[in-house]
C-alpha cells in the first residue's frame, strides 16, 4: 500500500508538470469552444448552413471566397454580433459523478468590414478590410468524480476547468474579375495584431482525497493558470465562375507557422493526515515560445439558381490535421496524436444550404436553411457532427438586416479524462448571429 501511495504522488506531480512541459499538448490541453474546422463568418452564410464558397456575395466572401467579392457593385460597411452556447453531458465508464450536464456561453462581436468596389477601364475590382473572429475557446466544466484509479485505491476528485479567449484576424481582401464568367481573390489573414491581441487563458484546479477514512488517506490540490498569446499570418486564395444560373467556387487556406507565447503558475500541495513525511508544497512558473503549423484546408462549392427566387448550394471542405504540429526540441509533435505520428485522419466538411426570396416594390425579403456534417478530429479517427441552420433577412431601401440560429451536436464522442479513462460525451452547440449591412 505504501507503494501505491508513493506511485499516485509521483502520478499528481505527473498531473500538475504535464500542463507545464514542452511537449505540451497545446489541441488537448486547450478544447475549442466552437467547431475547429475553418468556417467564414456572417449571418446570411450561417443561415445557408455555411455552404457558402460559390454564392459569396456579400463582405464576408473575404472569409469564405474572396473572389466572390467582385458580385458587389456599392461601397458599404457591416457589422454581426454573436451568441454562442455549448451543453456537454458526459458519462465516465467505472467513475460516477455528480455534475453530468456542464454548459458555457458568451456573445462577442464576430465581424465588421468596410467594402470599396471600383473599376480600372473595363476591369471590375474590389477592396475591402474584415475583422473576423474565427475560433473560441470559453468553455467551463466543473464536476466531482468517485470510483477506483489505476492503483486499485478509492478516490474522490472535484475538478474545475475555465478557459476564455479567441482567434481573431485583421484581414485586407482584393478580388478582380478576370472575364465576366471569372474572378479572383485574395485575402491576407494577420493574427494576433496588437493592441488587440488574440490568445486564451486557463485555468485548472484539482481537489483530490485518495484513500477516505484510512490510514493511507492522502489529500492534494492543484492549481495550473497559463495563458497563450497566439500570432501569425496567412493568406487564403479563391477562384468564382460562373455560367448563366450555375456556379463554381473554389478557396485555398494556407497553413502557417503561429508564434505562440505560453506562460504558466503552478502550485501543487499534499496533506497525509497519517503520513506527515508525505506533506509538501511545490510551486514552479514557465514562460516558453513555442512554433506552432496550423494546417492548410480548401474547398470546392457549387451553386444553382432555379429563379430570381431560389438557390440553392453545396460545399465540400476539408483540413489537413495530420500536419497540425508543434515544434519541440525532440521533434514536431502532431497535436492530434500527442507524438510524431502523422497517421490522423484529415476532415471532411459537407454543407447544404437554399434560399428563397420574397421581391417586392419595397424590400427583398429572404428566408433561408441549410445542414451540414462537420466532424472534429481524433487520435483515431473523428468526432462526428452534424448540425442545421435557419435564418432570415430584409434589404430596405440601403439597409440590409439579417439574422441566423444554428444548432450542431454530436453523440458518444471523447469527452473529459478521470485518471486513466476517457468520458463519452454528448455535446450540443446553439449559436445565434445577427448582421447589419449600410450600402453608402
Known amino acids: 500500500m505504501m507503494?501505491?501511495?508513493?506511485?499516485?504522488?509521483?502520478?499528481?506531480?505527473?498531473?500538475?508538470?504535464?500542463?507545464?512541459?514542452?511537449?505540451?499538448?497545446?489541441?488537448q490541453r486547450v478544447p475549442f469552444g466552437s467547431t475547429p474546422n475553418p468556417v467564414g463568418s456572417g449571418a446570411r452564410a450561417v443561415a445557408w448552413g455555411g455552404a457558402f464558397i460559390a454564392v459569396a456575395d456579400d463582405a464576408t466572401a473575404a472569409s469564405w471566397n474572396p473572389a466572390?467579392?467582385?458580385?458587389?457593385?456599392?461601397?458599404?460597411?457591416?457589422?454581426?454580433?454573436?451568441?454562442?452556447?455549448?451543453?456537454?453531458?458526459?458519462?465516465?465508464?467505472?467513475?460516477?459523478?455528480?455534475?453530468?450536464?456542464?454548459?458555457?456561453?458568451?456573445?462577442?462581436?464576430?465581424?465588421?468590414?468596410?467594402?470599396?468596389?471600383?473599376?480600372?477601364?473595363?476591369?471590375?475590382?474590389?477592396?475591402?478590410?474584415?475583422?473576423?473572429?474565427?475560433?473560441?475557446?470559453?468553455?467551463r466544466l466543473e464536476y466531482t468524480a468517485t470510483g477506483v484509479n489505476s492503483f486499485g485505491d478509492n478516490f474522490i476528485a472535484k475538478?474545475?476547468?475555465?478557459?476564455?479567449?479567441?482567434?481573431?484576424?485583421?484581414?485586407?481582401?482584393?478580388?478582380?474579375q478576370i472575364t465576366p464568367a471569372l474572378s479572383i481573390g485574395l485575402a491576407v489573414n494577420f493574427w494576433g495584431l496588437e493592441p488587440m491581441g488574440d490568445g486564451w487563458e486557463q485555468q485548472f484546479q484539482i481537489e483530490q482525497v485518495l484513500n477516505p477514512g484510512t490510514p493511507n488517506e492522502i489529500h492534494s490540490w492543484s492549481e495550473n493558470q497559463e495563458s497563450y498569446d497566439f500570432s501569425g499570418t496567412n493568406f487564403v486564395v479563391g477562384a468564382h465562375f460562373k455560367i448563366t444560373n450555375f456556379t463554381i467556387g473554389a478557396v485555398y487556406k494556407s497553413s502557417f507557422v503561429a508564434k505562440v507565447r505560453y506562460e504558466s503558475e503552478n502550485e501543487y500541495?499534499?496533506?497525509?493526515?497519517?503520513?506527515?513525511?508525505?506533506?509538501?508544497?511545490?510551486?514552479?512558473?514557465?514562460?516558453?515560445?513555442?512554433s506552432l503549423t496550423w494546417?492548410?484546408?480548401?474547398?470546392?462549392?457549387?451553386?444553382?439558381?432555379?429563379?430570381?427566387?431560389?438557390?440553392?448550394?453545396?460545399?465540400?471542405?476539408?483540413?489537413?490535421?495530420?500536419?497540425?504540429?508543434?515544434?519541440?526540441?525532440?521533434?514536431?509533435?502532431?497535436?492530434?496524436?500527442?507524438?510524431?505520428?502523422?497517421d490522423v485522419v484529415d476532415t471532411w466538411q459537407v454543407r447544404l444550404g437554399a434560399e428563397y426570396l420574397w421581391v417586392q416594390p419595397k424590400y427583398v425579403a429572404a428566408l433561408r436553411g441549410g445542414f451540414f456534417y462537420d466532424p472534429e478530429p481524433m487520435s483515431d479517427g473523428h468526432m462526428d457532427y452534424y448540425g442545421a441552420a435557419v435564418g432570415g433577412g430584409i434589404v430596405y431601401q440601403n439597409f440590409v438586416i439579417d439574422a441566423a440560429f444554428q444548432y450542431r451536436q454530436a453523440n458518444d464522442i471523447e469527452g473529459e479524462r478521470v485518471e486513466n479513462v476517457r468520458a463519452e460525451s454528448d455535446n450540443q452547440d446553439y449559436f445565434g448571429i445577427v448582421s447589419l449591412i449600410y450600402h453608402f
Not at 507503494?3 to 506531480?13: D, E, G, H, M, N
Open 3 to 27: 507503494k501505491r501511495t508513493i506511485a499516485f504522488a509521483a502520478f499528481a506531480l505527473l498531473l500538475l508538470a504535464r500542463t507545464a512541459s514542452a511537449q505540451g499538448l497545446i489541441y
Open 68 to 139: 466572390g467579392l467582385v458580385q458587389l457593385i456599392e461601397p458599404e460597411a457591416s457589422v454581426a454580433l454573436t451568441y454562442h452556447s455549448r451543453v456537454e453531458q458526459f458519462a465516465f465508464s467505472g467513475y460516477s459523478t455528480e455534475a453530468d450536464s456542464l454548459s458555457s456561453s458568451g456573445g462577442n462581436l464576430n465581424y465588421a468590414s468596410v467594402v470599396y468596389p471600383f473599376h480600372v477601364g473595363e476591369v471590375n475590382m474590389v477592396a475591402s478590410l474584415n475583422y473576423q473572429r474565427l475560433y473560441e475557446f470559453d468553455r
Open 159 to 176: 475538478r474545475k476547468f475555465d478557459q476564455s479567449g479567441a482567434l481573431s484576424t485583421v484581414t485586407p481582401a482584393f478580388a478582380v
Open 269 to 290: 500541495s499534499q496533506f497525509a493526515p497519517f503520513q506527515p513525511n508525505l506533506n509538501y508544497t511545490q510551486f514552479f512558473d514557465q514562460d516558453e515560445d513555442e
Open 295 to 342: 494546417p492548410e484546408s480548401f474547398g470546392v462549392g457549387v451553386a444553382y439558381r432555379f429563379s430570381d427566387r431560389f438557390s440553392i448550394a453545396m460545399d465540400a471542405y476539408t483540413t489537413l490535421w495530420s500536419r497540425y504540429q508543434l515544434e519541440t526540441d525532440d521533434g514536431d509533435l502532431n497535436l492530434i496524436t500527442g507524438d510524431e505520428s502523422t
